[in-house]
């Protein structure tokens, strides 16, 4: 294990010049200062409000902090905190329970998948995985609370009536994407592929089932890149498995940082796709580096998802295309939000951030 398990060390890699300073907003010169300011922000968050009364049983609050409080990117929170500024947000104290709630689903999801009846592992943000660390029940309701918290912190959020009915839409966004059609249904296919792949059931339904349920022209979109129906089947149950388990919560981030910066409706569509886009093109290098990354750096289990029969890009496709999808996925993200941004433009530091994230979440090595 990582011998510095327990020390922050910045994920972020090269440094861009930033310029102007919206009120409210931490003063910095660039996107690597200013994304280190927002993580810290962040964490100070999660440390401030998750205390629990003596009702909670000790165990439960410590497996609890113990994976909410260790050393995570904060990326969605983050995202969150750049759309809010990017929409014209200025006090961070209005979007904070957003920022709490969106770790805690996070922190929660991860959790579960490390379980042993999902991706059975023991290494997370550099230390053991919950389950490892205490046990395997002891997570499961680390898991549960966290969840359930995401929405206590929410809804507490909704007694400033100048709020309220931002946050009770914030509900709706966010339990929308980590539910049975978002994230969660994504995990699920995840594990029914793999499942299925080791014989423990049936891959040629959910492949029937992708056919059935396409919309017009997706799979013909993607026949024609691969001359093969049942392969195309595969290859877009692929992406909605990556947009449901991990772009449904990245979208969700971008657009309850748009909500809570009072943008238009199209303005937060826009921002979602975005955070969808930016999402898949995060679990397309998560599987590149499952293939070419490093335990120690990444803190986490690597080399597992082909002898799990996971769907992965690089199982698909192989590394080199894989790399090529990955640039064409963050080209075509970021052009949709160039062409809609008039609106953005007015806060040029946030949007260039927002950029620059979507190259962090391609080109990471952590
Ligand atoms: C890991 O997410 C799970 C995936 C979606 C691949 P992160 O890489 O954002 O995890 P932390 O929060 O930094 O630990
Ligand atoms: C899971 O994807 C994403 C979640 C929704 C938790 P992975 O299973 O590939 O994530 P890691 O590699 O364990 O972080
Ligand atoms: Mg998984
Ligand atoms: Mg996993
Ligand atoms: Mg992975």
Not at 105 to 130: E, F, N
Not at 134 to 145: P, V
Request: aromatic fraction near 6%; glycine fraction near 6%; charge should be negative.
């Amino acid at each position: 294990m990582n011998a510095d398990a327990n020390q922050r060390t910045e994920p972020w890699a090269e440094s861009r010049p930033l310029n102007d300073v919206p009120a409210g907003f931490p003063v910095v010169s660039d996107c690597v200062e200013y994304l280190s300011e927002l993580r810290t922000i962040v964490d100070d968050l999660l440390e401030r409000r998750l205390h629990f009364p003596k009702d909670c049983p000790n165990r439960l609050a410590e497996a609890m902090r113990y994976s909410l409080l260790a050393p995570g990117k904060r990326l969605r929170p983050i995202l969150a905190l750049v759309a809010y500024e990017l929409c014209s947000g200025t006090d961070i104290k209005e979007i904070a329970p957003v920022c709490v709630a969106l770790e805690a689903v996070h922190t929660y999801s991860l959790i579960h998948d490390d379980l042993p009846a999902m991706d059975d592992d023991d290494l997370r943000r550099g230390r053991p995985t919950c389950h490892r660390q205490f046990d395997e029940a002891t997570a499961i309701l680390a898991g549960d609370a966290l969840l359930t918290f995401a929405f206590e912190v929410l809804s507490e959020g909704a007694e400033n009536p100048e709020t309220a009915s931002r946050l009770l839409e914030a509900t709706r966004i966010l339990s929308h994407a980590a539910g049975a059609t978002g994230m969660v249904g994504g995990q699920a296919d995840d594990v029914l592929w793999s499942s299925a792949c080791q014989g423990g059931g049936d891959a040629h339904k959910l492949i029937d089932e992708t056919i059935a349920d396409a919309a017009e022209g997706e799979i013909d979109d993607v026949i024609t890149e691969t001359g093969d129906v049942r392969k195309s089947a595969i290859s877009l149950l692929l992406k909605k498995i990556h947009r449901r388990k991990t772009g449904a919560l990245f979208g969700a981030a971008v657009e309850l940082g748009a909500l809570m910066g009072e943008a238009s409706v199209e303005t937060r569509v826009t921002l979602r796709r975005f955070g969808y886009d930016l999402g898949l093109a995060f679990q397309i290098a998560d599987d590149l580096l499952d293939v070419v990354g490093d335990e120690a750096a990444m803190g986490k289990n690597v080399h597992k998802d082909a002898d799990a029969n996971k769907l992965t890009f690089p199982a698909l496709y192989g590394v080199e295309a894989t790399r090529e999808k990955l640039a064409l996925v963050v080209s075509q993200a970021k052009s949709s939000l160039l062409e809609r941004s008039c609106e953005l433009e007015r806060r040029p530091r946030a949007l260039e951030t927002l950029l620059y994230l979507i190259d962090f979440a391609a080109g990471r090595e952590k």
